[in-house]
């Protein structure tokens, strides 16, 4: 009887482990989408030899970190996003277990559904991760507000977000408690958004494209990263309104402006063509105005930095 709940705290320590281990690499990601570029672009080709300015990628921006913080100094906001990580993991196993639908149907027996049968099976797997990854966000949430904001006073090294229970007094100092919601909805309507869009293309895809059920599980996978790739305007903007209005710089003019809702974030980022920054970590250009002299691109002097 005690297996089950010890293969459940197994995936919870490799989830720390993977979590800390990618960490720097998702610190330098939440820096990019809240708009902060320290190294200036260098000038360089596109794939097709047209003049560019080249950003630097993920792995130059880590190395950029730790030259001005150190190596501890790349674990910023660590803390409360394995406390936030280990608190959704468990309400989402809690809220499944409740409603019985932990596990899906075998294969086998999905293969003998009818279509009827098949199109309800899809629509109970959408509600079972709708009501269970929905209530993991929104617990978790205050974990995730107080570790971007760590991570956001990288911009202007400030100290004011530190420790996780002076955080928390921070957090409510500043913005009461609809501080520790900050951005939630942008987040819950993109997690949900990809979860029907993931169900739906894979539904669709396994039933009128490939019949082997052998590629199914290849299926899942690849609709779940694409629909991850159409709803991730929805992390950038989660995350630049989880620091607006923070009382840090990264949160305040020139480096933000203080968005009175997700909406007028969305709309100022969209209008920036800047609702996709930090999707490309490897390859990056500066898309902001630029000039080519002599060959090479120069970018326009009191322009701020935009990046892709």
């Given at each position: 009887?005690?297996?089950?709940?010890?293969?459940?705290?197994?995936?919870?320590?490799?989830r720390?482990?993977?979590?800390?281990?990618?960490h720097?690499?998702?610190?330098?990601?939440?820096?990019?989408?809240?708009?902060?570029?320290?190294?200036?672009?260098?000038?360089?080709?596109?794939?097709?030899?047209?003049?560019?300015?080249?950003?630097?990628?993920v792995?130059?921006?880590?190395?950029?970190?730790?030259?001005?913080?150190?190596?501890?100094?790349?674990?910023?906001?660590?803390?409360?996003?394995?406390?936030?990580?280990?608190?959704s993991?468990?309400?989402?196993?809690?809220i499944?277990?409740?409603?019985?639908?932990?596990?899906?149907?075998?294969?086998?027996?999905?293969?003998?559904?009818?279509?009827?049968?098949?199109r309800?099976?899809?629509?109970?797997n959408?509600?079972?991760?709708?009501?269970?990854?929905?209530?993991?966000?929104?617990?978790?949430?205050?974990?995730?507000?107080?570790?971007?904001?760590?991570?956001?006073?990288?911009?202007?090294?400030?100290?004011?977000?530190?420790?996780?229970?002076?955080s928390?007094?921070?957090v409510?100092?500043?913005?009461?408690?609809?501080?520790?919601?900050?951005?939630?909805?942008?987040?819950v309507?993109?997690?949900?958004?990809?979860?029907?869009?993931?169900?739906?293309?894979?539904?669709?895809?396994?039933?009128?494209?490939?019949?082997?059920?052998?590629?199914h599980?290849?299926?899942?996978?690849?609709?779940?990263?694409?629909?991850?790739?159409?709803?991730?305007?929805?992390?950038?903007?989660?995350?630049?309104?989880?620091?607006?209005?923070?009382?840090?710089?990264?949160?305040?003019?020139?480096?933000?402006?203080?968005?009175?809702?997700?909406?007028?974030?969305?709309?100022?980022?969209?209008?920036?063509?800047?609702?996709?920054?930090?999707?490309?970590?490897?390859?990056?250009?500066?898309?902001?105005?630029?000039?080519?002299?002599?060959?090479?691109?120069?970018?326009?002097?009191?322009?701020?930095?935009?990046?892709?």
């Open positions: 009887m005690s297996k089950p709940k010890e293969n459940t705290w197994s995936n919870y320590a490799l720390i482990i993977v979590n800390t281990a990618s720097p690499l998702e610190y330098a990601k939440v820096l990019i989408q809240i708009g902060h570029e320290p190294i200036a672009p260098k000038s360089s080709t596109t794939l097709f030899g047209k003049p560019a300015l080249k950003l630097p990628n792995f130059q921006y880590v190395k950029y970190i730790k030259t001005t913080d150190g190596f501890y100094g790349c674990y910023r906001g660590l803390t409360p996003k394995l406390c936030g990580n280990l608190v993991a468990v309400a989402s196993q809690k499944l277990e409740k409603m019985e639908m932990d596990n899906h149907e075998p294969l086998d027996d999905e293969a003998e559904m009818n279509e009827e049968l098949k309800q099976h899809v629509i109970n959408i509600k079972r991760d709708l009501i269970s990854r929905t209530t993991a966000i929104i617990v978790s949430h205050p974990f995730h507000v107080i570790s971007i904001r760590m991570m956001a006073q990288f911009v202007g090294q400030e100290t004011k977000y530190n420790g996780l229970f002076t928390i007094v921070e409510y100092r500043e913005n009461g408690i609809g501080g520790f919601f900050s951005g939630l909805i942008p987040r309507l993109g997690d949900a958004l990809s979860i029907v869009l993931a169900h739906v293309l894979s539904y669709l895809v396994n039933t009128y494209v490939f019949d082997e059920k052998d590629l599980m290849y299926t899942t996978a690849t609709m779940s990263f694409i629909a991850s790739a159409i709803t991730y305007p929805f992390q950038v903007v989660s995350n630049c309104m989880a620091v607006t209005g923070s009382g840090l710089k990264a949160g305040m003019p020139p480096n933000m402006p203080i968005y009175s809702s997700w909406i007028d974030c969305w709309q100022h980022l969209s209008a920036e063509h800047q609702l996709k920054r930090g999707s490309s970590l490897l390859v990056r250009y500066y898309s902001g105005p630029q000039i080519i002299i002599g060959g090479r691109a120069v970018p326009v002097a009191s322009t701020p930095l935009k990046m892709k």
